[in-house]
């Protein structure tokens, strides 16, 4: 098992809060950290038909019966039991804590003394510590980085829609009243297609002829799966007309591009969308340096109406760090223009700027640092 990031948070966490939700995308390895973190702890999945009955039926004894805590996976099964925990927090009547794992709603999220952790795949600094890096950045983008695809034996083509197929069982099918699962299936194709692009309602509602709400409905559904994420444009306008709607990016790489119909990692270096893939790859992973030490989003980006734009805006209270994405291994002087007219409206606000690129090379810079793809942890970290 590769060691995950964020086990000291939910380690920490354990020890402040009765309950953890460990929450995230299917197959990111909740389950795993949760398991290795509290080896004593019972283990309990609520996928069993009796334990869930137990849980939901009399969720005060269901509990109790655990004086020391237990794991609670796929708790989001028991909605009643969802409930009784947010009501019981507040009380303070468990001795726990108790670990819970799923896509757990926002309600739970939001309500009484609950600990939580967000875990996205693997990020960059796990798969080098664990030896799994690709030496080519086209390969990770390609192969994504769920944990199970790490084994060299599990071909990405099989495994992707085996999992889009369980998660239109499993999360989309019981939670949601969605009749039509082949063009829910067409539409998530569709947000693949889209992925660090601004969010379009009502170009996508018509490409899937679906109203606009639907569209949104849908999105909204994607994001609490942990499918994608929705990336908020910076409030600063430095007298600049902004663009005020977010941009969407996918969660992984590896899904995105199976969703494209990318097929082999050889294809991804021409494809007209690895600009994208990058830029989401990138994105995710300065997420997941934020997430995996228990900290929220801090991330935006910002475009003005006539078409000038950084990529993220990484905001630190006393200073705003503008961060460039560029997918050519190779830079010259246009690639810090954007910095350059970003820093001269933002003046004493604004941080030394971060460019990073899909090239090999350290390169000095004064307008900002310069930093290969494969040195991207260090900035995640302290972001």
């Known amino acids: 098992?590769?060691?995950?990031?964020?086990?000291?948070?939910?380690?920490?966490?354990?020890?402040?809060?009765?309950?953890?939700?460990?929450?995230g995308p299917r197959q990111s390895g909740k389950s795993t950290l949760i398991r290795s973190a509290f080896p004593d702890k019972p283990y309990i999945s609520l996928q069993d038909p009796d334990i869930c009955e137990f849980a939901s039926s009399s969720p005060?004894?269901?509990?109790?019966?655990?004086?020391e805590g237990a794991i609670l996976d796929e708790a989001q099964r028991s909605p009643k039991l969802l409930s009784h925990i947010i009501n019981r927090t507040t009380a303070d009547e468990n001795k726990g804590p108790f670990l819970l794992t799923?896509?757990?709603?926002?309600?739970?999220?939001?309500?009484?003394?609950?600990?939580?952790?967000?875990?996205l795949p693997l990020s960059i600094s796990e798969l080098a510590e664990a030896g799994d890096l690709p030496a080519d950045i086209d390969e990770l983008l390609y192969r994504g980085m769920y944990p199970t695809l790490q084994?060299?034996?599990?071909?990405?083509?099989?495994?992707?829609?085996?999992?889009?197929?369980?998660?239109?069982?499993?999360?989309?099918?019981?939670?949601v009243n969605i009749r039509d699962l082949t063009?829910?299936?067409?539409f998530i194709r569709l947000c693949a297609a889209q992925t660090g692009r601004i969010v379009n309602f009502s170009m996508m509602a018509k490409e899937c002829g679906i109203t606009h709400n639907t569209a949104r409905a849908w999105l909204s559904i994607l994001e609490a799966s942990h499918l994608l994420f929705f990336l908020q444009?910076?409030?600063?306008?430095?007298?600049?007309?902004?663009?005020?709607?977010?941009k969407l990016y996918f969660c992984d790489t590896g899904l995105a591009a199976w969703l494209l119909g990318i097929g082999e990692s050889a294809r991804i270096a021409t494809h007209p969308l690895r600009d994208a893939l990058f830029e989401t790859w990138v994105v995710s992973e300065l997420m997941k340096g934020r997430f995996n030490r228990g900290l929220p989003a801090n991330l935006y980006f910002w475009r003005d109406n006539v078409g000038n734009e950084i990529d993220i805006i990484a905001n630190h209270g006393d200073s705003l760090?503008?961060?460039?994405?560029?997918?050519?291994?190779?830079?010259?002087?246009?690639?810090?223009q954007g910095l350059r007219k970003w820093l001269s409206l933002a003046g004493n606000e604004a941080g030394r700027g971060r460019l990073i690129y899909a090239g090999n090379e350290r390169q000095r810079c004064e307008e900002a640092a310069v930093i290969p793809w494969r040195e991207l942890d260090g900035l995640a970290g302290r972001l």
């Open 1 to 23: 098992m590769t060691p995950r990031i964020a086990a000291s948070i939910v380690l920490d966490l354990a020890t402040k809060f009765p309950f953890v939700a460990v929450t």
């Open 60 to 67: 005060r004894d269901f509990l109790n019966s655990y004086p």
């Open 102 to 119: 799923g896509p757990l709603p926002l309600s739970v999220l939001s309500g009484g003394r609950i600990g939580i952790v967000r875990l």
């Open 151 to 175: 084994d060299a034996s599990v071909i990405p083509s099989t495994w992707y829609p085996l999992y889009i197929s369980s998660y239109l069982d499993r999360d989309v099918r019981r939670v």
């Open 183 to 186: 063009l829910f299936q067409r």
């Open 233 to 246: 444009p910076h409030h600063r306008s430095f007298n600049k007309r902004l663009v005020k709607t977010p």
């Open 321 to 336: 760090v503008p961060i460039e994405i560029k997918t050519e291994r190779t830079l010259s002087d246009e690639h810090f």
